[in-house]
């Protein structure tokens, strides 16, 4: 962690899916050749209600 926020190491190999299934936002995605993105157990889903409006015109 820095500064109170999560860091990957992308100079290790990463094996497993595990930093993904801890990231409660889906911030953190696990990308497969075959499957595309795949996000961890624990990520809720975001659903809107309609577009976003953009703030700046």
Do not use: F
């Amino acid at each position: 962690m820095v500064n109170n926020l999560p860091v990957i190491n992308y100079s290790e190999n990463h094996k497993t899916q595990l930093p993904i299934e801890r990231c409660p936002t889906g911030a953190i995605v696990w990308l497969d050749d075959k499957l595309g993105t795949i996000k961890g157990k624990e990520s809720k889903k975001i659903l809107r209600k309609g577009n976003l409006k953009a703030r700046y015109s």
